[in-house]
């Protein structure tokens, strides 16, 4: 049983940084991807960042140049920089296996105006 455990979430006013972690409970290298969704209050679960046992990284448009992703060991980083109060939402973290995905219970991400 994969086991994903999200941390970092926050209140952070608008241009503020955060920095999310997702522990695994095994190598995310075993993983075919690691990635960051998010949901926001009404609207659907949206990927945000995603990238490939192979180091390709792949970002919603709505966060490029802001948003980084990188992994090490059993950890996944999304470092969030000039924070949006639309970037407001719970985010998840996904782990695409052969066989399946695994989520995380997700860590509530607030940004002030």
């Known amino acids: 049983q994969v086991q994903l455990v999200e941390a970092g979430g926050g209140l952070v006013q608008a241009g503020g940084s955060l920095r999310l972690s997702c522990a695994a409970s095994?190598?995310?290298?075993?993983?075919?991807?690691m990635g960051w969704y998010r949901q926001a209050p009404g609207k659907q679960r949206e990927l945000v960042a995603r990238?490939?046992?192979?180091?390709t990284a792949t970002f919603a448009d709505s966060v490029k140049d802001r948003f980084t992703i990188s992994g090490v060991k059993n950890t996944v980083y999304l470092q969030m920089n000039s924070l949006k109060p639309e970037d407001t939402a719970v985010y998840y973290c996904?782990?695409?296996?052969?066989?399946?995905?695994?989520w995380g219970r997700g860590t509530q991400v607030t940004v002030s105006s």
């Open positions: 996904n782990a695409e296996g052969a066989t399946g995905g695994y």
């Open positions: 095994r190598s995310i290298f075993s993983f075919n991807a």
């Open positions: 990238i490939t046992s192979g180091g």
